[in-house]
């Protein structure tokens, strides 16, 4: 069994910067993909950004530039620096974690909430 805990959500003002962290645990063999999903009120789950174990990066066209997903395999966490946060950006945002060395299975997280103000 697999554990993904998100955290680092809050409440802040257009314009400012808010980093999310995300921290797989438990009964691990590889942690291959991870990254990062939102989803607003009345809309589908959308990928915000991927990062894979080697360190390559994919990232949303809404992103612009604006935030960076990096992570630290001998921790197993990813994290989501943002920067320019805009009003739309307010989502919750989940966590993903592909796990195993042949057969490969997803993990979710709980959620983390991202405010932006106007």
């Known amino acids: 069994q697999v554990q993904v805990v998100e955290s680092g959500g809050g409440l802040v003002q257009a314009g400012g910067s808010l980093t999310l962290d995300c921290a797989a645990s438990?009964?691990?063999?590889?942690?291959?993909?991870m990254g990062w999903y939102r989803q607003a009120p009345g809309k589908q789950r959308e990928l915000v950004a991927t990062?894979?174990?080697?360190?390559?990066?994919n990232y949303a066209d809404f992103v612009q530039g604006r935030f960076t997903i990096s992570r630290d395999n001998a921790k197993n966490t990813v994290y989501l620096q943002m920067n320019s946060l805009k009003p739309e950006d307010t989502a919750v945002y989940y966590c993903?974690?592909?796990?195993?060395?042949?057969?490969?299975?997803?993990?979710w997280g709980q959620g983390t909430q991202v405010t932006v103000s106007s």
């Open positions: 993903n974690a592909r796990v195993g060395i042949g057969f490969k299975q997803n993990y």
């Open positions: 438990g009964s691990i063999s590889r942690i291959n993909d």
């Open positions: 990062i894979t174990r080697g360190g390559s990066t």
